[in-house]
């Protein structure tokens, strides 16, 4: 953080002086601080459309990637400018996660578990170096290392984890919404300093996994308590500073702008790649143009979030090099299984055939990856040879509307998207051609992001159809008791966008309950598979394809692993020599 | 005395102005579609965490306690919190609002320093081409859209000439300069520190000149067009007759009277920018009021909406004040009461 207290030049420092002790009258004063000011300032101005000299001790943005004038040499650690399409509102551990909460969270701070190691996502020791589970998946216990210290000295123990789980389960926030189902305040305990056992509200087979990808920062609870503010376990501080024990400290926070890491050099857990960071800016870039403009200036080192038609320009571009990979940022068209006509399943059977799937490739240049069935392949025990399988088929199509009261066509369907993102108008466009050669009209209906929200409350408000991403992880019960459970959306506060489909099948939610105890492998892969099963024959909305998470990167980056997010670790990475 | 009066009767004033502007603020925020509090509390919240959330915020009150409170609040300075990232409105305000300010300011001097002595040419060099030029360029500026223009400029100075940054208000590769105002090319000029300031400058240059460019081009033919109209006057023939050299003329009998209208204009798009440009500090991520309003308004983040919107009808009323003001400066014949 900056520090701030005004200091005038040495020149105008002077003039002052002397008006001070009357040698100048205010009139010459201020004329004088003009001249100064304003002959300095057109020195400047005119040097200024040059690029301005490398600042000491950094590395400086100049013609592509290679001019790093000023740049460490050797294998001495350099500073990597990240471009990020998003701000980062806050890093209360306790508070909400999104991508970019989450990518720097994750510098800061130590979990229980490393989950960016690989893809699909791998469980990797970090403060826990082993757990063991009881037969029935209600009790856990968690073995800490007991080498990992916090940034101010302080060791991390059992206690500071037992602290940071409490805090975020008191809080009640977002970031709580994943765990407090399964644990609350009393069900953890710390069995001495680097032991802690948890005990859970009801059986979760795949707890772990849940820990991991959950990623609860694990803060240091005496500095919490010294920036303690009427109560509010330092809540107000911890927003924009940091308690932790991860590879990198908050050097500057510019919220809005830019926000500085440094690294610890002797972070305890050592640096996995063949060079480090000296650290890192997550500088905020919000347009896509932007970003690819920075990247090919030279002024950013990665720029994430990258557009499809920014690729090839990118890519071909000598120096850069685009990384494009799959995860499990999964779009479908929810079908309102409450309203007619997609009520009707050889409705719903007909729209999934009058989609035109490739159709929607082709308009994303091919920078999309058509779903085989309800989960994307990410996630564990995933079914590639679900049946049946949607694919455009027009006869079929027919078949199905042949069986419903709609057979002529003659209505209206609702398709709702997102206000000016162009991939969710085209698949409304592909559906408006296609349900258009049966007679049937597609309205499209642009919506801003609350909007959207709001109307996935309940059935009546709910759209025939619309579009939405959902991404709930490497967690298999996850995917299914958010979107399709019906005890999500059937209730008096409503569902969420992931329930917009408002899907209600007794036997698919006896089977996500039976998921959510069960331990062994085996009966969590047989109940996935049963569920992707139902869930293709009963098609309550349809899943289309999975989003690539695309970033630009200098040939400079180096150690960069891809674990099926939108940001980078930046742990694993260091920066070449020019 | 007179003035006095004027002043404190228009200062009185604003009061009404921004309790109905929050009134109306307050219930159109309210009114629209769309669940902050689900939206704040994520997709897994539980029925009882949106409603813990919904009554932490005062949310579950009647319309009309919130907006009482919300006044309570308002009259003790406190503007409420953000529902996305927790931080006092205040705080923000602080924040954002030097950034907004810097580049309304740097754009308005591009404006005059500029507009004034091209509506000056245009108008003595009356349809030649000095005034044709400029009136193309005039026209050109009001009818191209603007965030067209940002885009390429950045593309032209910063991918393809790469003399200038593409977005943002500093290097990211230097260290942050220490401020004083908030507004860095001040603050690096009032220290002396003339890397900073250069740098600093080179990022203001495009946000800069694409926000003066409306004023700048309504400058240049509004004042060219009272300049010909005071042109015509008798005061104007009878300095002629007497001989007066016709650049004092120009300069110091006729710009002055000429310059009303255009100060009127200016004082009411420096009021209006103050709100901050949206789509200028979208392009350019530039961190002002008008970016950080745009990010309030899409996550319905009510307690920044009514902050924005009352500091920013503040400010309105007060340069419009401010402008009235200076029309006694240009004309002495102008009383208040």
Redesign the interface.
């Known amino acids: 953080m900056s520090s701030r207290s005004p200091r005038p030049s040495p020149e105008i420092q002077a003039l002052l002086d002397r008006y001070l002790r009357g040698e100048l009258s205010r009139r010459d004063f201020l004329r004088t601080v003009l001249a100064v000011g304003g002959l300095s300032a057109a020195q400047a101005i005119l040097a200024a459309c040059a690029p301005a000299p490398p600042p000491s001790g950094g590395s400086q943005a100049g013609p592509g990637p290679t001019a790093q004038a000023g740049a460490p040499t050797g294998s001495e650690p350099q500073v990597l400018i990240y471009a990020a399409g998003q701000d980062i509102p806050t890093i209360d551990p306790s508070d909400r996660t999104d991508y970019s909460i989450g990518a720097v969270s994750r510098q800061l701070y130590d979990r229980l578990f490393r989950f960016e190691g690989g893809w699909p996502q791998p469980i990797e020791p970090c403060l826990c170096e082993r757990y063991e589970g009881s037969d029935d998946a209600t009790e856990w216990i968690f073995y800490l290392t007991d080498r990992a210290v916090f940034h101010n000295g302080d060791p991390v123990t059992a206690e500071a984890v037992v602290y940071s789980y409490q805090r975020t389960l008191r809080f009640q926030k977002q970031r709580s919404s994943v765990i407090a189902p399964f644990l609350d305040e009393s069900g953890i305990q710390a069995l001495d300093d680097t032991t802690v056992r948890m005990v859970l509200k009801s059986p979760f087979g795949d707890f772990p996994r849940l820990l991991a990808y959950h990623e609860q920062p694990i803060v240091n609870p005496r500095q919490v308590k010294e920036h303690e503010q009427a109560g509010d376990e330092g809540a107000a501080w911890l927003r924009e500073n940091e308690a932790g024990s991860g590879p990198f400290v908050i050097k500057e926070w510019e919220p809005g702008n830019r926000y500085v890491f440094e690294a610890v050099p002797d972070y305890w857990q050592g640096w996995p790649g063949k060079g480090r960071l000296a650290g890192f800016v997550w500088r905020i870039i919000r347009e896509t143009a932007d970003r690819r403009i920075a990247l090919l200036a030279g002024e950013v080192d990665i720029a994430d979030t990258i557009s499809t038609d920014d690729i090839d320009i990118i890519a071909n571009t000598p120096g850069y090099r685009v990384e494009e990979n799959f995860g499990l940022l999964a779009g479908y068209v929810k079908m309102n299984n409450q309203k007619e006509p997609t009520s009707d399943l050889h409705f719903r059977k007909f729209i999934a055939y009058a989609m035109d799937y490739e159709a929607l490739v082709d308009v994303l240049g091919g920078h999309a990856q058509l779903m085989v069935g309800p989960i994307p392949e990410g996630v564990p025990y995933h079914d590639p040879d679900v049946q049946p399988l949607y694919r455009h088929d027009l006869e079929k199509a027919r078949e199905h509307l042949d069986q419903t009261p709609w057979k002529d066509g003659g209505i209206e369907l609702d398709y709702v998207y997102v206000t000016g993102l162009d991939f969710e108008e085209q698949l409304g466009l592909i559906l408006l051609e296609q349900l258009g050669k049966f007679n049937i009209k597609v309205n499209m209906v642009p919506k801003v992001w609350p909007d959207m929200v709001a109307a996935c409350g309940f059935p009546d408000t709910g759209p025939h159809l619309i579009n939405i991403f959902v991404d709930a992880g490497p967690i298999p019960y996850n995917w299914f008791a958010e979107q399709w459970y019906s005890k999500s959306w059937d209730r008096e506060t409503g569902g969420s966008f992931q329930t917009c489909d408002f899907y209600r099948n007794p036997q698919v939610d006896t089977l996500v309950e039976t998921l959510r105890g069960a331990v062994d492998p085996g009966e969590q892969e047989q109940i996935v598979q049963d569920l992707q099963r139902i869930l293709m024959e009963e098609i309550p909305g349809l899943p289309v394809y999975v989003m690539p998470n695309i970033l630009g990167l200098s040939e400079r980056v180096q150690g960069y692993v891809y674990y099926g997010d939108i940001s980078v670790d930046f742990w694993r990475l260091w920066l070449a020599d020019a | 005395m007179h003035l006095r009066y004027y002043i404190l009767r228009r200062l009185l004033l604003i009061v009404p102005v921004l309790v109905g502007l929050s009134l109306v603020t307050f219930t159109v925020a309210r009114l629209?579609?769309?669940?902050?509090v689900?939206?704040?509390?994520?997709?897994?919240?539980?029925?009882?965490?949106?409603?813990?959330?919904r009554e932490a915020f005062g949310l579950d009150q009647p319309l009309p306690v919130q907006y009482l409170q919300y006044m309570r609040g308002v009259l003790q300075g406190d503007l409420g919190r953000s529902m996305?990232?927790?931080?006092p409105v205040t705080t923000?305000l602080r924040?954002?609002f030097p950034a907004t300010l810097e580049l309304v300011l740097v754009s308005m001097v591009l404006a005059v320093v500029l507009g004034i002595p091209g509506a000056v040419v245009a108008a003595v060099y009356r349809d030649r081409w000095p005034d044709q030029l400029s009136r193309v360029l005039a026209l050109g500026s009001i009818s191209m859209p603007v965030f067209w223009l940002a885009?390429m400029l950045?593309?032209l100075f910063?991918?393809y000439l790469?003399?200038?940054?593409?977005?943002?208000?500093?290097?990211?590769?230097?260290?942050?300069p220490?401020?004083?105002t908030g507004m860095l090319i001040l603050d690096t000029?009032?220290?002396?520190?003339?890397?900073s300031?250069?740098?600093a400058?080179?990022h203001l240059?495009l946000p800069a000149v694409c926000q003066s460019l409306l004023a700048l081009a309504l400058t240049t033919r509004f004042l060219r067009s009272d300049i010909l109209d005071v042109l015509q006057r008798d005061f104007v023939r009878m300095a002629r007759a007497n001989g007066i050299p016709e650049r004092i003329i120009l300069f110091k009998y006729v710009l002055k009277n000429a310059l009303i209208a255009t100060v009127s204009m200016l004082g009411f798009l420096f009021g209006y920018s103050l709100g901050g440009s949206v789509l200028i500090e979208?392009?350019f991520?530039w961190?002002g009021i008008g970016?950080?309003a745009m990010?309030s308004a899409?996550?319905?983040d009510f307690q920044p909406i009514m902050g924005i919107t009352l500091f920013v009808g503040l400010l309105f009323t007060l340069v419009n004040l401010a402008t009235d003001l200076l029309y006694g400066l240009l004309d002495p014949r102008i009383r208040y009461g």
């Open positions: 629209v579609p769309g669940d902050p689900k939206l704040a509390a994520g997709p897994r919240a539980s029925p009882e965490e949106i409603q813990r959330l996305m990232n927790g931080r923000d924040r954002y885009i950045q593309l910063a991918q790469r003399v200038l940054p593409v977005s943002g208000r500093f290097d990211a590769r230097v260290p942050y220490e401020t004083i000029l009032l220290r002396g520190d003339w890397t300031f250069r740098i400058l080179r240059l979208t392009v991520d961190p970016l950080y990010n899409l996550t319905l």
